[in-house]
């Protein structure tokens, strides 16, 4: 390629409402390369956290236990750990109130859960309409700087007395870059975007699929309660009933 069909050659030799595109859509570029790679951190720390929490609740643990692990750091949990705080507290709140009945107390429990899910989406799905929107807009923002730098290089035609190829490449070139340089926004935009999605989705189902063998759980804890209210509280849930 010729010094004078360089990229920057081009660049700078374009006009300066094309200049302007070019920045804002590496300005795009940038930031959605961070966001990239915040929510890339942020979804595969979410995901061991589950894995994690979930292979500790399965394991046989007594979850009295667990509760009050989680207690202790309780600024610093996330995700499945907080669903399954949340849950664990008002049910047993409920539970100890006299004349309480079990539906009403797994019913709580759901709520308080279905809240903190609630939440945590919210959480999770920050900025990813971002990346959405520079997917989306980008094309068309480079598109435009393109038709506007080849109505500048046809203008420029006007006053010549013989059009070739070398008076029209530069300029279609200088329009071609605002073209190029929005696919190179919108392309990893895109595809981080719809993978986060399908990530997020996934990590959602497995937050919902929890809370219903949790709520199972908890109601057929209630249950056996309600069929023989002298039993011994088991070691699952009532041993820290007074700490919830």
């Given at each position: ?160 007395t013989q ?46 699929n929890f ?12 249950l056996s ?20």
């Amino acid at each position: 390629m010729s010094s004078d069909l360089s990229i920057l050659h081009l660049v700078m030799g374009a006009s300066p409402l094309v200049q302007a595109v070019l920045v804002a859509l590496l300005l795009a570029s940038i930031l959605s390369w961070t966001v990239i790679l915040q929510k890339r951190k942020i979804l595969r720390r979410a995901q061991s956290a589950a894995d994690a929490f979930e292979d500790r609740f399965w394991s046989g643990t007594d979850l009295g236990a667990i509760y009050q692990q989680l207690g202790r750091r309780n600024h610093d949990l996330a995700g499945m750990e907080r669903i399954f705080e949340a849950g664990f507290k008002e049910f047993m709140r409920l539970h100890k109130q006299s004349g309480a009945e079990a539906r009403a107390a797994v019913e709580g429990a759901q709520r308080a859960m279905r809240v903190v899910l609630s939440r945590e989406v919210d959480e999770l799905e920050t900025q990813l309409p971002f990346l959405a929107t520079v997917g989306s807009t980008s094309p068309y923002v480079g598109l435009f700087g393109t038709v506007w730098g080849i109505m500048n290089a046809f203008q420029n035609l006007g006053g010549a007395t013989q059009a070739t190829i070398a008076h029209v490449a530069p300029g279609i070139s200088e329009a071609l870059v605002a073209t190029a340089m929005g696919l190179f926004a919108a392309i990893p935009a895109v595809i981080a975007y719809n993978r986060y999605t399908t990530v997020l989705d996934r990590l959602v189902n497995r937050y919902e699929n929890f809370m219903e063998e949790f709520s199972t759980i908890l109601q057929r804890h209630a249950l056996s309660r309600r069929r023989d209210p002298a039993a011994t509280p088991g070691p699952a849930l009532d041993q820290t009933a007074e700490q919830a």
